[in-house]
């Protein structure tokens, strides 16, 4: 190393030194540094001391929540009392699952282990809120039985879940879809007398749901409960709900909520709508429904319940302006004692649909509505509306559509009694002068009877039988019953809007009234209004094609009020069946217009006068009773001639 590079090095470090040096913080700056860092210290000091504390209390609230979630000594020894082998299961939390297909989502709390809710995913309520069918805080369903003489209610006590299928293990929501299914156990398990938890003795809920039906499988199994239960032949399922309005027309939808029942070895049958009723039900029974208008809930059992208590009412301490009425059922499940029992049931969440209900072969369709008190308006319905409707249905095409073909399909197959109606009109109205003229004949009151008869004979010798128009009216009564019960039960109508009505299955609107006008209501449903119109017209038709005399003007006043009656009744009722009404009207018309074209009146005059000519036939009944007359020296012949 050379002189010059030693002396550099040196220089190098000198200035290295002195720049320390002369950057090197006074004595007051120095202070000034400690200052800051003494009270950065203090504050992250503060921060952690409050930190400690806060867990600290955080600490003391679990511990406190948690000492507050156990029963003190003195609720324990009260539960022990009150619930014995169940008193573990006195305290819980109302902690919910769900279990879920395609069309419901049904939720079940832990409190009961019972269904809270059922929503029917492809409804909704007629103000477009999802539809469910129970919608109550704490509906009741549980089974009540004595244990050590204590009275014990499972719908009050806390179940605990168990998943049989591991795949869902502690998931609080379970969902399937197509042909998947699950299974779904709720436990309420007993405790010994150290409190602690007997997993050997239980009753157990098992809901197995499947993917794409309204039908769920539902097992009651008691496991050790004869060591339990105190010894009884059965045991009593409480099932009571609040049914919540879906439906525009609270009060029809009211007025048709019930409870079905059917015998294990009979009909089916249910408790009237329009009254509040309790009945005692004292034989088996296959399966029981809680049924509003076009929904129902039914319980089945896969043997049999061995009785029930049912009743309907209104709780008048609801307020609840949604509220329809309240259903309940004490029903009896089978005990048989034994260290291990299954009671196999099923339950139905869904629409109170034909179609749908007859699949499972339970006669639970019998729900709907169709007329099955008479037999041919149920045939009526079943073999020949209902696949027509749902024939025309499948094709997508609006239900206002679907009942204008339907009704042009019924008008042409009834043509041949229209027919054979309106040439017996024909005929009467051709006699009508001369019947005006035995009118004039015997003017007096007390001469009617002889009017009658002189009436009733020249129709015999004229050819003319005055009940020929009214038997086909007859054959047409029962469909257009059929009609009547069909219509406003079908719920394929339910919020299916045409022209101005918004839902078919309900009343249509056009003016809201500021008041209720009795037996009419506080609106004016237009097709409610053309169908009393129509009526009215065809009334005043059918009369003069009839031609009517002033014979019975009481019945002729009646036959004009009659629609105006139905103005008021129908006011309220679906739509769609004033509608058909409507075009049945509308439709008879354009067919009585048709028949006149082809019916010449002239030509039946000449018939009718060229019968008179013939001899009158006596009937084999009219002979026989001359023939009994001879045998007894009377002579009907020679009284005539007298």
Not at 38 to 45: K, P, R, T
Request: glycine letters at 4%.
């Amino acid at each position: 190393m050379d002189r010059n590079t030693i002396i550099g090095l040196v220089m190098i470090f000198a200035i290295f030194i002195g720049f320390t040096i002369y950057n090197q913080p006074s004595k007051e700056e120095l202070e000034k540094i400690q200052q800051r860092r003494d009270s950065l210290a203090l504050v992250q000091m503060k921060r952690d001391s409050a930190r400690i504390v806060m867990d600290q209390g955080n600490l003391q609230a679990d511990k406190d929540q948690l000492i507050s979630d156990q029963p003190t000594q003195a609720e324990s020894s009260e539960m022990r009392d009150k619930l014995g082998r169940f008193a573990n299961a006195g305290m819980g939390d109302d902690k919910e699952f769900i279990i879920e297909n395609e069309v419901m989502k049904i939720r079940i709390s832990k409190k009961g282990g019972k269904i809270l809710n059922v929503r029917l995913k492809d409804y909704l309520t007629y103000d477009t809120l999802p539809l469910d069918l129970f919608n109550h805080n704490n509906p009741k369903f549980g089974y009540t039985f004595f244990s050590n003489s204590r009275i014990i209610n499972t719908s009050d006590l806390y179940f605990e879940p168990f998943y049989t299928d591991k795949k869902w293990q502690d998931k609080d929501s379970l969902f399937i879809t197509e042909d998947d299914s699950l299974r779904f156990a709720m436990r309420l398990y007993t405790s010994n007398g150290d409190s602690l938890i007997n997993k050997n003795q239980y009753i157990e809920y098992v809901y197995t749901l499947y993917g794409d039906t309204y039908m769920m499988k539902y097992d009651m199994n008691l496991v050790g409960m004869n060591k339990v239960i105190d010894p009884v032949n059965k045991i009593d399922l409480i099932w009571e709900t609040d049914l919540r309005r879906q439906e525009r027309s609270i009060e029809n939808e009211r007025n048709e909520a019930t409870i079905y029942y059917k015998y294990s070895k009979d009909e089916v049958d249910y408790l009237t709508e329009t009254k509040d009723l309790e009945e005692s039900l004292v034989t088996s029974l296959k399966w029981l429904s809680f049924k509003t208008k076009f929904f129902v809930a039914s319980l089945i059992a896969e043997s049999a319940f061995t009785n029930a208590n049912v009743k309907t009412y209104t709780n008048e301490g609801i307020t609840e302006e949604h509220y329809l009425k309240t259903l309940s059922a004490q029903i009896g499940v089978p005990f048989l004692n034994q260290p291990e029992q299954n009671f196999a049931m099923n339950f139905y969440f869904g629409p109170n649909k034909y179609n749908t209900l007859r699949k499972f072969h339970l006669d639970l369709e019998r729900q709907v509505p169709l007329g099955w008190s008479f037999f041919l308006m149920a045939w009526i319905n079943i073999y020949a509306v209902i696949p027509v409707f749902d024939w025309l249905g499948g094709y997508g095409w609006n239900y206002g559509i679907v009942i204008l073909i339907l009704t042009i399909l019924l008008k042409i197959v009834l043509f041949p009694i229209a027919y054979k109606t309106y040439k017996s009109s024909a005929k009467m109205k051709v006699l009508k002068p001369e019947v005006e003229e035995l009118g004039k004949k015997f003017p007096k009151p007390e001469d009617a009877m002889k009017k009658q008869q002189a009436t009733m004979a020249l129709y015999k010798k004229a050819g003319v039988n005055p009940m020929a128009g009214c038997v086909p009216m007859l054959l047409q009564f029962p469909i257009l019953i059929a009609m009547f019960r069909f219509f406003p039960s079908s719920i394929e109508l339910r919020q299916q809007s045409f022209l101005w009505a918004n839902d078919l299955s309900s009343y249509d609107s056009i003016l809201n009234l500021p008041f209720e006008i009795p037996f009419y209501g506080a609106h004016v449903s237009l097709f409610t209004l053309l169908m009393t119109i129509s009526t009215i017209f065809y009334t005043k038709l059918n009369n003069d094609m009839m031609g009517s005399t002033n014979q019975m003007p009481g019945m002729k006043t009646m036959m004009y009020l009659m629609p105006i009656m139905f103005l008021g009744m129908f006011n309220n009722f679906a739509s769609g069946l004033s509608y058909y009404y409507l075009l049945a009207n509308l439709l008879t018309f354009a067919q009585m217009y048709l028949i006149r074209k082809t019916i010449d009146e002239t030509k039946i005059h000449q018939q009718i006068q060229e019968n008179k000519k013939k001899p009158v036939k006596v009937s084999k009944f009219q002979e026989r009773l001359e023939a009994m007359a001879k045998q007894k020296g009377y002579n009907p012949n020679a009284a005539k001639k007298k």
